[in-house]
C-alpha cells in the first residue's frame, strides 16, 4: 500500500522569502509520479507541480522547485519569493497507475500562511 | 481556469430529498472520478468511471449513486443522505487510466453540500 506523510500540519513564511515543504512516501513500485496541489480558500484544488519518478532532474515551475530524493523517498516542495496568493492548503500526492483509475494517494496537506 | 465544471456550487438539501451533482469536461477525457472532501483534510476517492463504466467503488453507501451518462458528463445523485454526509465533493478527470494514459488529475471547484 501507498502512503503520503506530511509532517508539518502548519507553516507560516514572510512575503518574499522561501519556504520548503515536506513529504515523504512509502511504495514498492519503482515508477509512478508525484505532485504537490494547492487548495486555496476556495477549496478548488490546482496542479502546482509534477514529478516522473523515473526522472533524476527535479521539476521546477517558475517559484515552484522540488526537490526528489527517490531513495529516501523524499518530495519537497520549495516556492520562491513567497506571495500573499501563494496562502493555501498544500497536499503532496502519490499516483499509482491501474488500468481501472489512476488512483491518488494523498497526505494529510500543511496550512501554510503568506505574512505580509 | 478550471476545465472541470461542477454544479450547483452551493446545495442544502433535507435528509429526506432527492438531489444531483453535476460534473462536466471538455478536457477529452476519458476517466472521471468523485471525491469527497472533509473540511482541512485531504480528499477521498469515491468512484471512478473510465470510458463510461464504473471501475471503482471505495465501499461508498448507496445513498450515493453515480452515473455517467457521457465521456464529458458525470452525476452523483443523492437520496436520503445524513448530516455527516456534508462535506465538498470534488469530480476530476484525467485522460484515461493506465500508465501510458496521461498522469494528471484535473480537479472541478467542487460543490460544497450540506445535509440538514
Known amino acids: 500500500a501507498q502512503t503520503v506523510t506530511q509532517s508539518q500540519p502548519e507553516m507560516s513564511v514572510q512575503e518574499a522569502e522561501t519556504v520548503t515543504l515536506s513529504c515523504t512516501y512509502d511504495?514498492?513500485?519503482?515508477?509512478?509520479?508525484l505532485f504537490w496541489y494547492k487548495q486555496p480558500p476556495s477549496r478548488q484544488m490546482i496542479l502546482v507541480i509534477r514529478q516522473e519518478a523515473y526522472k533524476q532532474q527535479n521539476a521546477t515551475e517558475n517559484r515552484f522547485s522540488v526537490n526528489f530524493q527517490k531513495a529516501a523517498k523524499s518530495f519537497s516542495l520549495k516556492i520562491s519569493d513567497s506571495q500573499l496568493g501563494d496562502t493555501a492548503m498544500y497536499f503532496c500526492?502519490?499516483?499509482?497507475?491501474?488500468?481501472?483509475?489512476?488512483?491518488?494517494?494523498f497526505g494529510t496537506g500543511t496550512s501554510l500562511t503568506v505574512i505580509p | 481556469d478550471t476545465e472541470v465544471t461542477q454544479t450547483p456550487k452551493h446545495l442544502v438539501m433535507g435528509m429526506t430529498n432527492k438531489k444531483s451533482l453535476k460534473c462536466e469536461q471538455h478536457m477529452g477525457h476519458r476517466a472521471m472520478y468523485w471525491y469527497k472532501q472533509k473540511a482541512k483534510k485531504p480528499p477521498e476517492l469515491m468512484f471512478v468511471y473510465s470510458y463510461e463504466k464504473l471501475s471503482i467503488n471505495e465501499s461508498v453507501p448507496s445513498r450515493f449513486s453515480p452515473e455517467c451518462p457521457n465521456s464529458s458528463l458525470l452525476n452523483l445523485h443523492l437520496h436520503a443522505l445524513q448530516p455527516e454526509d456534508s462535506a465538498l465533493y470534488l469530480c476530476a478527470s484525467s485522460q484515461g487510466t493506465g500508465r501510458y494514459s496521461g498522469n494528471t488529475i484535473y480537479f472541478g471547484e467542487g460543490s460544497w453540500l450540506t445535509v440538514v
Open positions: 500526492a502519490f499516483m499509482s497507475f491501474s488500468n481501472t483509475g489512476n488512483q491518488f494517494y
Open positions: 511504495t514498492s513500485e519503482s515508477n509512478y509520479y
